[in-house]
């Protein structure tokens, strides 16, 4: 009995100093600042403010070299580069996008990686400057366990490249990684849109009829209705201009892609 | 005394009289041109704005605040065109060189405005006489405040959520401070890391807040945003106090505490809206936004901590998608 009771506290003080003392988290004002003005830059960037977003980035990776933050700083660098690009900067977007592909081998982070490697293949699809990145074919192929930007990026880019099942499967896994907040529904919008085109394509090649299509562009802009952002909209409007049959309902479809159009340049003249 | 030399005298004192006056002409002109560097050397420099509006032949130009010329003359060029040329001091020329800039400002509210010419960059070579220099342009008092406006007006009800929320904060009685307390008493001796992480983020967000809280009063912001305060607190009054919850440890608080999130997520959303409108306006104004940013980000992290965390049912069922940090791929819809 004292055996078993010696054995007992043995366990239980072995068990005690097993357990780790709580660590002390501290914030780095350097890295969280940098974490703040990316979060602010990707905001300006929806809201197609391109000088706004691109200083916000600038700032993020400044703050980012001040934290000796690596991975934010690649990631720094493949936000700027997409502001860049967004702003029709092409030329400083793919010097940003290599920098960020450089820095993110360095700590050996293959979401970023990947992430700077799609835009850039992306950006060159484009441009139509073929075999610019020599192993873009490799990019296609995404781990499941990495963020849903890189499979979005990757079902687009299968797209582009007429891989229609790799871009299928990847826009499946974007539904799959959605979460319930505005960020989600526009990633879920964008994948139901692209999953509406690539099915209308094939239906256009096989002369069969688009009920799916329309399914899923209906899906986009529901969800595009409740989250927000016209130039996606647009996109999902002139999406259904061009799927319409019935010449009433197509001009109606274009009427309010017209509206659409219009407020957002008139918003950018403001 | 003869009559003739009683002609003479007067004769010569007239004589006196009109030479002491043509000299004292003479010397007042001399002063006057000394005065006025009329026969100082000149140079003449070239400015071409888009309108001759705001000057007017015989405009100070200034360099540092000392006058080294005027506006010499003013004229539109056959293509429609504005030339005007300045003439200048040639003994400040060696104090402008290549890269300098002329500019219209304003001393005051009120007042003419005054051509302002730049140094430009000291390691290049001076500026040749009849150089041509380029203007820049300055956003006026009017167009600033215009253009600020929309900013000011959102981000003036949004610092008064932010004040409202650090006195929610600070407040002994507080919610978050009695729940900071309770969780306190409630982890005493259990060995909880992710409690004892919480309590230290619930300290530091504490901290940033009553800095954040102190920034404000300094900067006279708290009775500047009263008005908005009084509209704003009753949104807080909304997010029912976490303490009841935290203590009966009801399935409600998490629902609670999910309401908090969610209102900390709009406000943070709205503050990155406002930082970057400021960020384009001015590059002073946005400090303060972005370290409401910063605090409101701790703050929505630390309240998702609370709702993760033992207390709270260790449950998130609104998963977020995680992205925030990282902007969208490019989908063809960008201009």
Known sequence: ?270 | MTRGNFVDGIRRKVGWFVMLGLGAIVALLLVATLRTELFARKFTLYVAPPSASAFFVGQEVKFQGFTVGRVDDIELQPRGEVRIALRLLDRYRGMLHQGSTVQLVKPGLLGQEIVEVTSGDVQTAMLDDGAQLPFREQATLEQLLMDMKPAVASADSLLGELVQLARWLNNPQGDVRLATANIRAATQGVDQGAIQQTIVRVSEAAMQFERLSQQLADNGAGEHLAKSLQQTAQVLKNIVPLTEELRRQAPEALAQSRALVERLDDLSRSLNGIAADLQQLTPELPGLAQESRDAMVEMRRLAGSIRSSWLGGGASEAKPTGSELVAPPAMDVAP
């Open chain 1, 1 to 270: 009995m004292r055996t078993l009771g010696l054995i007992l506290l043995l366990c239980m003080v072995a068990c005690a100093t097993r357990h780790e003392p709580p660590q002390t988290q501290v914030t780095n004002p350097y890295q969280a600042r940098a974490e703040g003005l990316a979060r602010a830059g990707v905001d300006a960037l929806g809201r197609e403010q391109w000088k706004s977003a691109q200083m916000l980035f600038e700032k993020s990776l400044q703050a980012a070299t001040l934290a000796d933050d690596e991975r934010l700083m690649s990631l720094g660098w493949y936000n700027l580069g997409r502001a860049y690009a967004a702003s029709g900067d092409t030329t400083a977007a793919r010097a940003a996008y290599l920098q960020a592909m450089r820095q993110a081998d360095e700590v050996h982070d293959a979401v970023n990686r990947q992430r700077a490697g799609l835009a850039l293949a992306l950006l060159d699809e484009r441009d139509s400057t073929e075999g610019k990145v020599a192993e873009s074919d490799n990019l296609l192929e995404v781990p499941d366990s990495f963020p849903i930007d890189v499979h979005l990026a990757a079902a687009r880019l299968a797209q582009l490249r007429h891989q229609s099942d790799l871009a299928r499967h990847a826009y499946g896994r974007v539904l799959e990684l959605v979460g319930q907040d505005r960020s989600g529904f526009i990633y879920a919008a964008r994948a139901h849109l692209g999953l509406a085109e690539l099915i209308r394509s094939k239906a256009a090649l096989d002369g069969v009829t688009e009920n799916s299509a329309w399914k899923h562009l209906n899906q986009a802009l529901d969800l595009l209705r409740r989250a927000g952002d016209p130039r996606l909209m647009l996109q999902a409007l002139n999406l259904a201009t061009e799927m319409e049959t019935d010449p009433i309902r197509r001009q109606v479809w274009l009427q309010r892609a017209s509206a659409v159009q219009q407020a957002l340049q008139k918003a950018h003249s403001e």
